[in-house]
């Protein structure tokens, strides 16, 4: 199973949106809605940011926003600020209790 | 307080094996499938595979078949990762991860250990 492929690096100023990309196959992020996105700062354990496509858990902010085309899903971060810079890995079901992980993206808040 | 802890650093020697622990509690361990997740150094996450702490059926990433075996241990609320045949490329820190939904199958981690960081060096 070959990871889901993210860009390395996204950045913008605090209050300014960045988006994220996702893209796999019909095989995983195409063929299921089970998308979910991943904080992670240096150091720590990842933190569920996003789950269903665009489900957010309780206590994450309304900032964060998900959402599917096809085979690519994408997180959405608007207004952002210094506390979001951090590495992002979406990550989807892929089928025969197979899953699969993004390459990770670092966003940078200039 | 809902938390999984995991066992201390490890450091092997390449072709030995080792066993990680996380250990639940402050809510009910057999209700929520656990997953092992792994990050090597400067890398990103590797999803293992995934355990039901009720009946102890398991489903490993075809990477790891043959080499991983996943336990449970219902009287302490704990599970094991072990991962045999050990090379210098398994150097990582290895995360255990709480499904999100009680009682059902689901492919998001609410709840994540601090993770072990196992290192293979001769």
């Known amino acids: 199973q070959s990871a889901l492929t993210q860009p390395p690096s996204a950045s913008g100023s605090p209050g300014q949106s960045v988006t994220i990309s996702c893209t796999g196959t019909?095989?995983?992020?195409?063929?299921?809605?089970?998308v979910s996105w991943y904080q992670q700062h240096p150091g720590k354990a990842p933190k569920l940011m996003i789950y269903?496509?665009?489900k957010r858990p309780s206590g994450v902010p309304d900032r964060f926003s998900g959402s599917k085309s096809g085979n690519t899903a994408s997180l959405t971060v608007s207004g952002l600020q210094a506390e979001d810079e951090a590495d992002y890995y979406c990550?989807?079901?892929?089928?025969?209790?197979?899953?699969?992980f993004g390459t990770g993206t670092k966003v940078t808040v200039l | 307080q809902v938390q999984l802890v995991q066992s201390g650093a490890e450091v092997k020697k390449p072709g030995a094996s080792v066993k990680v622990s996380c250990k639940a509690s402050?809510?009910?361990?057999?209700?929520?499938?656990m997953h092992w997740v792994r990050q090597a150094p400067g890398q990103g996450l590797e999803w293992m595979g995934i355990?039901?702490?009720?009946?102890?059926?398991?489903s490993y990433a075809q990477k790891f078949q043959g080499r991983v075996t996943m336990t449970r241990d219902t009287s302490t609320s704990t599970v094991y990762m072990e991962l045999s045949s050990l090379r210098s490329e398994d150097t990582a820190v290895y995360y255990c991860a709480r499904s999100y939904s009680p009682m059902r199958l689901d492919w998001y981690f609410d709840l994540w250990g601090r993770g072990t960081l196992v290192t293979v060096s001769s």
């Open positions: 402050g809510y009910t361990f057999t209700s929520y499938y």
């Open positions: 355990i039901n702490p009720s009946g102890g059926s398991t």
């Open positions: 019909s095989s995983d992020v195409g063929g299921y809605n089970y």
């Open positions: 269903e496509v665009s």
């Open positions: 990550s989807s079901y892929a089928g025969s209790n197979n899953f699969v």
